[in-house]
C-alpha cells in the first residue's frame, strides 16, 4: 500500500474542510487534480474515505481511520525529517568523549558546561581513560574526542595542543620543605617519590625523570599510579613526593603542598580525534574546543614537552 505523503495531505485538507472547493483553495490547487488525488488514495487503501453529497462531503468509518492515522505519520514523518536533518546540522547525537583526571582542572567542566548549552539534544558520555587507552579508544572509533597528555599519536590519530603549564613539587604538609615558596628539585634527591605509571603514560614518565636526572640524582620510585590525583592523594599520605602538573594545585586536596621549582618542562594536553573526516557533531564540538581553548594558550605557556 503507497501512502504518498501528498495524497494524505490533500486527504486530510478535505476531511477537515468537508468541501472539494474549500480544501482546493486551501491547498493552493485545482478541484479536478484534488479529486482525483482522493480517488487515488482510495483505491491504495482499498477502501471509500468519503461519502460525497451535493453540498459537503462526510468521512466514512475508514476515512475516520484514515484521518487519525493520517495525522500521526505526517507528525512522525515531520519528527523524522527533523531529527534528520538536526542530526546532519551536527545538532543531535551521541558525543562520546574521554579525559584524564588533570583536564577537570585544566577548563574541561567549563567546556562541557559550553557543549550542553548549545548542543542541548546531544548525548555526552565521558569516560575516565589514561591517555593510551584514550589513543588506542579513538583509533578504533570507540571515541570520538579525547583529552590527553601529550603523547606521540599514530597516523589514525589527529592531536592538537590545548594548554601547557609548567610541573611543580607536591609534597606532604608535613615534609620538612613543605613550607618554602620554592625550592630546587635537587632539595628531594633522598626522598622516595610516587611517579605517574610508565605503563599509562610513557612520556610523562621520561619526563618526569630526566628532570630529576637533569637535577643530579635519580629518583627513588616507590609507587607508580595511573592517575594524576592518585599520585597526589599518596602524597598526602606521606608515602612519598612527586612532580606533578601545576594545575593540581587548583585540586583542594588537604594534606598537601605544591611548590615551584626552576625548570623549563610543560605539562601539555591534547585534544584527539580520528583521522579521516569528522561528522558534523564532531565539527561543532571541535570548534567549541577552539573556543575554549585558543591556540595562545599553548603559545603563551611554553613549548611543550
Known amino acids: 500500500m ?7 495531505r490533500y486527504f486530510i485538507a478535505v476531511a477537515e474542510e468537508r468541501h ?6 486551501r491547498l493552493h490547487i485545482s478541484q479536478p ?13 482499498g477502501a471509500r474515505l468519503l461519502a460525497r453529497t451535493s ?31 538536526r542530526v546532519d546540522a551536527g545538532l543531535r547525537g551521541r558525543l562520546r568523549i574521554g579525559f584524564v583526571g588533570s583536564m577537570l582542572y585544566r577548563g574541561l567542566p567549563v567546556l562541557l558546561n559550553a557543549m550542553r548549552a548549545q548542543l542541548p539534544d546531544v548525548e555526552h558520555v565521558l569516560t575516565e581513560l589514561n591517555s593510551h587507552e584514550q589513543i588506542e579508544a579513538v583509533r578504533r572509533g570507540e571515541q570520538d574526542l579525547g583529552f590527553i597528555h601529550a603523547n ?13 603549564e609548567p610541573f611543580v613539587v607536591c609534597l606532604p604538609d608535613s615534609h620538612p620543605l613543605a613550607g618554602r615558596a620554592s625550592l630546587r628539585l635537587a632539595d628531594l634527591a633522598g626522598d622516595d617519590f610516587v611517579f605517574f605509571a610508565r605503563a599509562a603514560s610513557p612520556s610523562y614518565y621520561e619526563t618526569v625523570l630526566s628532570m630529576c636526572v637533569a637535577a643530579g640524582f635519580m629518583p627513588v620510585v616507590r609507587h607508580e599510579v595511573r592517575h594524576w590525583l592518585s599520585v597526589a592523594s599518596l602524597v598526602s ?5 612527586s612532580i606533578v602538573p601545576s594545575c593540581l594545585s587548583r585540586s583542594g586536596l588537604a594534606g598537601t603542598r605544591f611548590i615551584a621549582f626552576d625548570h623549563k ?17 564532531q565539527r561543532r564540538a571541535m570548534a567549541l574546543v577552539t573556543e575554549q581553548f585558543p591556540p595562545a594558550s599553548v603559545d603563551d605557556a611554553g613549548a611543550g614537552n
Not at 503507497?2 to 494524505?8: G, M
Not at 599519536?153 to 592538537?160: F, I, S, T
Not at 618542562?265 to 557533531?281: E, F, K, M, N, T
Open 2 to 8: 503507497d501512502l504518498d505523503p501528498r495524497l494524505l
Open 20 to 25: 472539494f472547493s474549500r480544501a482546493a483553495t
Open 33 to 45: 487534480p484534488l479529486s482525483y488525488a482522493i480517488r487515488q488514495l482510495e483505491d491504495n487503501v
Open 55 to 85: 453540498r459537503h462531503v462526510e468521512l466514512t468509518d475508514a476515512g475516520h481511520v484514515l484521518y487519525r492515522e493520517a495525522l500521526t505519520l505526517l507528525r512522525q514523518a515531520e519528527e523524522v525529517r527533523t531529527l534528520v536533518q
Open 152 to 164: 606521540p599519536v599514530p597516523e589514525e590519530v589527529l592531536a592538537r595542543d590545548l594548554i601547557a
Open 237 to 241: 599520605q606521606g608515602l612519598g613526593v
Open 265 to 281: 618542562a610543560r605539562s601539555v594536553s591534547q585534544v584527539i580525534w580520528q583521522a579521516g573526516g569528522q561528522s558534523p557533531l
